[in-house]
């Protein structure tokens, strides 16, 4: 843990992965910045931690709003340089349910949301102290999914993203991590009618998140061995795996 600041920004900081990683941050002696666009949740949440969990509303679908807070919290918190892009959505549309609505708020919110986030933060992730940008991206991103046409791709274009801003951070102090959860039992996931493979609670999925937050290495990936199945997926060949997944569409 970084004992320098001690001080870590969420988003989505009021529902299932990023909840649980607010409580345990906040039992492990960190300050919270949440971050979430359900103010009554958000100070429910914050009566509970008096002190050590500073909220603040944000609707990540609207550019003005993420300027507003993100311009608050940085000049408010000078030594804040660590950020964990948690929250997103989970849509579950096929081709022929899909709308143009669905498409711009899932990429909105999932993933233009992290770009405009990143813009507001980057000179502050090149100052000298060691600083944290980790992306909650999902194994979905690894490979198209049936019923995935839109969640996916914001999940692909995630990986890459942190790919790229490892590469161009590098330069810099700065520990960018992917997180690539398999299913976590979440209010997100309770829509899903099927039984889901290897499912943990968000306790769990956050316990080892900040198990290897700062630890060596670029991905936490978990659950194992889901997630050693969907790196699988990821590399055999395109015939047999659109045999396989095909059979999964009308299920
Ligand atoms: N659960 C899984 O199985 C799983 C697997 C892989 C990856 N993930 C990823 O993990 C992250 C958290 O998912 P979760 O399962 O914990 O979902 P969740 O319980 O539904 O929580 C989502 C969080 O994002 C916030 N959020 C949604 N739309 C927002 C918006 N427009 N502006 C600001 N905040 C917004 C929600 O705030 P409100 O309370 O205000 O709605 C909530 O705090 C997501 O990025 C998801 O894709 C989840």
């Not at 949440?45 to 050590?52: A, I």
């Not at 609707?59 to 408010?76: C, H, M, V």
Request: contains cysteine.
């Amino acid at each position: 843990m970084n004992i320098q600041t001690n001080m870590i920004l969420i988003t989505g900081a009021t529902s299932g992965i990023g909840l649980s990683l607010t409580k345990e941050y906040l039992a492990n002696g960190w300050t919270v910045i949440g971050l979430g666009r359900n103010i009554g949740k958000l100070q429910k949440l914050q009566k509970q931690y008096p002190g050590t969990l500073v909220i603040a509303k944000c609707d990540l679908r609207s550019k003005e709003s993420i300027k507003n807070t993100f311009e608050a919290i940085l000049s408010k918190f000078k030594l804040l340089n660590h950020f964990i892009f948690n929250a997103g959505i989970y849509t579950t549309h096929n081709f022929d349910e899909l709308s143009e609505e669905v498409v711009e708020e899932t990429m909105n919110v999932n993933l233009i949301s992290i770009y405009r986030c990143l813009l507001h933060i980057r000179d502050r992730i090149k100052e000298p102290s060691k600083s944290l940008i980790a992306i909650v991206s999902s194994v979905a991103g690894y490979r198209g999914l049936p019923k995935s046409i839109v969640y996916g791709p914001t999940k692909a274009a995630l990986i890459n993203l942190a790919e790229s801003l490892k590469i161009e951070t590098l330069k810099y102090n700065v520990n960018v991590k992917l997180i690539c959860p398999g299913f976590v039992d979440t209010p997100a996931t309770k829509v899903n009618s099927f039984k889901m493979p290897y499912l943990i609670s968000s306790e769990k999925a956050s316990k080892i998140i900040i198990n290897k937050i700062n630890k060596k290495g670029f991905e936490i990936s978990f659950p194992f061995p889901f997630n050693f199945i969907m790196k699988f997926a990821r590399i055999i060949p395109y015939g047999y795996y659109f045999k396989k997944t095909s059979k999964l569409v009308d299920k």
